[in-house]
T-cell receptor, first 111, second 113 residues
Framework: GDSVTQMEGPVTLSEEAFLTINCTYTATGYPSLFWYVQYPGEGLQLLLKATKADDKGSNKGFEATYRKETTSFHLEKGSVQVSDSAVYFCALSATGNQFYFGTGTSLTVIP | EAQVTQNPRYLITVTGKKLTVTCSQNMNHEYMSWYRQDPGLGLRQIYYSMNVEVTDKGDVPEGYKVSRKEKRNFPLILESPSPNQTSLYFC????????????FGPGTRLTVL
């Protein structure tokens, strides 16, 4: 079945460090891929998405490129801030109308 | 203000006592969905609805029921809760389907003793 695998956390970085959170997927058909973010005590919010191969989603300095050949959608940011501390979820929707999340990666950015 | 609301936000109950968690959205969204969030498992979809009177099972529907009698409301019903349903529950809605941005409610923390 469809699924998403993301790197284990937690991740702790210093402010201005480079961030990569790995995400790979398994899906039938041609999935759309998403990154959602959950700030402490809140619900999830969409960070970015890509709907076809080679698309790049970007928002708030975060980027992710849909790589069909490696079935990946890694999240990157060049310089993280304390305010980026949150849990990040990779997700997909493929055939049908179901939605699948990864297990989440907790990021803490220290000043 | 555009939002998804859930009630209650916190609930402690006992095994077997029927309960309902309400979810309402004011954005005229077609798609609504329920998820549960558990440590180490992320979010898993329980049920979703593409429109009024149309509901489908997600990944973990056992022990849950839903209904969609009006576009704005999508209650989650636990007819006989068990301790393994202790979790954090989120309702979400989107305009046309899961490919559109999903807007999440604030969550309901349920404890079943």
């Amino acid at each position: 079945g469809d699924s998403v695998t993301q790197m284990e956390g937690p991740v702790t970085l210093s402010e201005e460090a480079f961030l990569t959170i790995n995400c790979t997927y398994t899906a039938t058909g041609y999935p759309s891929l998403f990154w959602y973010v959950q700030y402490p005590g809140e619900g999830l919010q969409l960070l970015l998405k890509a709907t076809k191969a080679d698309d790049k989603g970007s928002n708030k300095g975060f980027e992710a490129t849909y790589r069909k050949e490696t079935t990946s959608f890694h999240l990157e940011k060049g310089s993280v801030q304390v305010s980026d501390s949150a849990v990040y979820f990779c997700a997909l929707s493929a055939t049908g109308n179901q939605f699948y999340f990864g297990t989440g990666t907790s990021l803490t950015v220290i000043p | 203000e555009a939002q998804v609301t859930q009630n209650p936000r916190y609930l402690i109950t006992v095994t077997g006592k029927k309960l309902t968690v309400t979810c309402s959205q004011n954005m005229n969204h077609e798609y609504m969905s329920w998820y549960r969030q558990d440590p180490g498992l992320g979010l898993r979809q329980i049920y979703y609805s593409m429109n009024v009177e149309v509901t489908d099972k997600g990944d973990v529907p056992e022990g849950y029921k839903v209904s969609r009698k009006e576009k704005r409301n999508f209650p989650l019903i636990l007819e006989s809760p068990s301790p393994n349903q202790t979790s954090l529950y989120f309702c979400a809605s989107s305009l046309g389907g899961p490919l559109d941005t999903q807007y999440f409610g604030p969550g309901t923390r349920l404890t079943v003793l």
